[in-house]
């Protein structure tokens, strides 16, 4: 019997896209080039169906849709743009809709003491109120999600922070169609 309904899943599981949304704002193009770099391991992903918007073009059928859900910004005075801020202060509440989603972040910053892991948990907290199951990168420098620093005017970086990109959407992904089944998608 159990065989059966594990077949069964896995059929279902097999059916069925897993569906991604990225959500980001980007003034000077740096959190769009990690928003890409996200997405690049999202569709490295078999069956996957990838939704790619600026937060100006996101909206709440968007995060209805989705299986998983990550949401970027620049990092502003320690915080998130107001553009982020206020998408996801109206995200909708009534009757749980993203509960058990998969949630992810990420950042960009032009200092790396200049308020990342605040913008991060702005976002993550958002999340987990929305009964969120948040994933971070694979490691302990990404725990929290993505943050892409730069150093000043230079445009210079940590070298790593591209594969920690992809690896997010590929984590996002893969938990995502784990978690399909607790939905009954």
């Known amino acids: 019997m159990r065989l059966i309904l594990f077949l069964l899943l896995l059929t279902a599981l097999a059916t069925a896209d897993t569906r991604v949304l990225i959500v980001y704002d980007s003034v ?26 600026r937060v100006e073009e996101a909206s709440h059928e968007d995060l209805i849709w989705a299986d998983a859900i990550l949401v970027g910004s620049p990092v502003y005075n320690a915080g998130l743009t107001p553009k982020i801020g206020t998408f996801m202060a109206e995200w909708p509440f009534d009757d749980n809709p993203l509960q058990n989603r998969v949630g992810a972040a990420f950042v960009s910053s032009r200092g790396a ?73």
């Not at 000077?28 to 918007?53: M, Y």
């Not at 984590?171 to 009954?184: F, I, Q």
């Open 28 to 53: 000077d193009g740096h959190t769009e080039k990690v928003a890409n770099w996200i997405a690049d391991g999202v569709r490295s992903q078999p069956e996957t169906t990838l939704r790619f918007l």
């Open 113 to 185: 003491s200049a308020g990342s892991e605040n913008a991060l948990f702005d976002i993550l907290k958002t999340m987990l109120l929305f009964r969120m199951l948040l994933v971070g990168g694979e490691d302990w420098r990404s725990g929290f999600g993505v943050t892409y620093v730069l150093d000043g005017a230079n445009e210079k970086t940590l070298g790593f922070t591209e594969a920690q990109s992809r690896n997010l959407g590929v984590r996002a992904c893969r938990l995502a169609l784990c978690t399909m089944e607790m939905r009954n998608r």
